[in-house]
């Protein structure tokens, strides 16, 4: 993919150009959006997200969820190619995001620029008015990844336009209540996933402490408490000890019945 001031600005000629004034039926279909998006897909979540900030704020030409990275620098989780440069370039710039997603920055919950400040690099990106919101409901936590990396949800919902001050106070206003609805599916998704996890959790130390029980001859509480043991003398977390003895004894029954492991 091209990048850099020249290929931003050919990104930003092709994309569609938005309508003003939002009008409350068009909150209505982003909300209709978000209650029909499924938490247990985060996919889907940010994509609909997207979709229901674009529909309830038409001046909108691009949006995106911006989370933290593993060294606490801005990115994008989901959004379009503009904003993705303009993210991953405004810590090196000291533009406005900037100072909104620094490690020590004072929460701020709203930031609109109907204009970019003098020398921003979303001039050279062809952005011409911003809108960030971090609505209070937003999830910040640091989360696990099933690669054993760490991520973010997203901190801030982020909305573009070519024109300057593009963002009047009814399309604020729709924003606002479409945010707040997004940050409240994302709180959904994520304890969703979190549900989810600890429900995998529970059934592998089940199903090793079942194996401690018939492998040691020992009952269900013992067998718990040597996974306790097994797991801080190996200093790795009780689910950890459990998937790899749930594992390895499947892979020690497959080379018994002659299977590949």
Known sequence: MDSGPEAAGERAAAAPVGREPATWPDVERACAILTRTRPDDAEEVFR????ALRVAVPAARWTALVCRDRDGRPAVASGDDVLADLVAAEPDHGGALARVFA????PVTELHLARPEPGAHATEL???SLLVLCPPAL?????GTADGTDASWPLALVL???GRAAFGAAAQAAARVAALQVGLLLVAAR???GLH???ESRDLIGQAKGIVMQR???DADTAFDKLVVASQYANLKLHAVARWLVEETAQERNVALGEQP
């Open 216 to 218: 040691d001859g020992v």
């Open 197 to 199: 996890a600890a429900l």
């Open 48 to 51: 609909r997200s997207r979709e």
């Open 139 to 143: 999830p910040t936590e640091r989360v």
């Open 160 to 162: 573009a336009a070519p």
């Open 126 to 128: 062809g952005v011409g």
């Open 191 to 193: 304890r969703v996933g």
């Open 103 to 106: 490690a020590d920055a004072e």
